[in-house]
């Protein structure tokens, strides 16, 4: 609940309580079989009745205030959980599609040199143009369900040509590197990492550094890996990532 929120229904609370507290308060008592006569006796009594409606009144207003803010609130909070809700799954959606690409990813390293090599793709934010999103959709699409990966690294490659500032650049660069890694295409593996590595909020960056340091050693070039690597622990010390990359250097 918000804080806002909080500080509206606390003074409500009190003020029902206040509320109650006046209606429950004992009313004046009229004995109206003393002094029935008396002259005086009509005009207090009627002056204590019209005191008490006053309050009752003054009562339901109070509480239908209340009921009504507190309807409101409840509203909100309704709003706000089916929005958190909604944001939950979608989360949850985009981390089994995130789990999926990996597994695709496993498979390409361990594929027979005889088959044919299987690209990658990733979640990003959603864009605004929705050919942008289709097209981006559609190279996921070529990899995870029709297993075409010579389509899907052809798709990337118009992909980035065609929105070369979209939001989901970064990754399609970096799938692209990981298409021509696994066919052993380390110039253009290398080319797509570095182009990743050029945008510095990138969500792949330190994976895109370990990739250029795994080019680099594979290539037999072990200065240039453990530049990469030591990078990777400098800049993102606390990632799973910098510890795969430690344990790469001690290899070295």
Partial sequence: MKYSNLKRIIPLTLLASAATLVVAAPAPVTDLNASSNSTSSAPASSASIERLERLIK????????????????????SEMRGTVERNSYELDQMLERQRQLY???????????????????????????TNEN????????????EKNYAG????????????PDSVYSSNAHYWL????????NDVE????????VSYADSNKRADALLKLGEVAKRNNNNA??????QKVVNEYPDSTTAKTAASKLESL
Avoid at 153 to 161: D, G, L
């Fill in 189 to 196: 593996a290398a080319k797509s990492f570095a182009k990743v």
């Fill in 58 to 77: 003054s009562r339901n207003q109070i509480q239908l205030q209340l009921q009504q803010q507190l309807d409101g609130l409840s509203q909100e909070l």
């Fill in 152 to 163: 899907a690294t052809k798709a990337f490659q118009e992909f980035v040509t065609a929105y």
């Fill in 103 to 129: 597994i695709e990813i496993d498979n390409i390293r361990t594929a027979k040199p005889t088959v044919e090599a299987k690209p990658e793709a990733t979640e990003g934010a959603y864009a605004a143009d």
């Fill in 224 to 229: 240039a890996a453990k530049k990469y690597y």
């Fill in 177 to 184: 590197g990981q298409l021509y890694f696994a066919q052993k």
């Fill in 134 to 145: 289709a097209a981006y959709q559609n190279a996921v699409d070529l990899i995870l369900k």
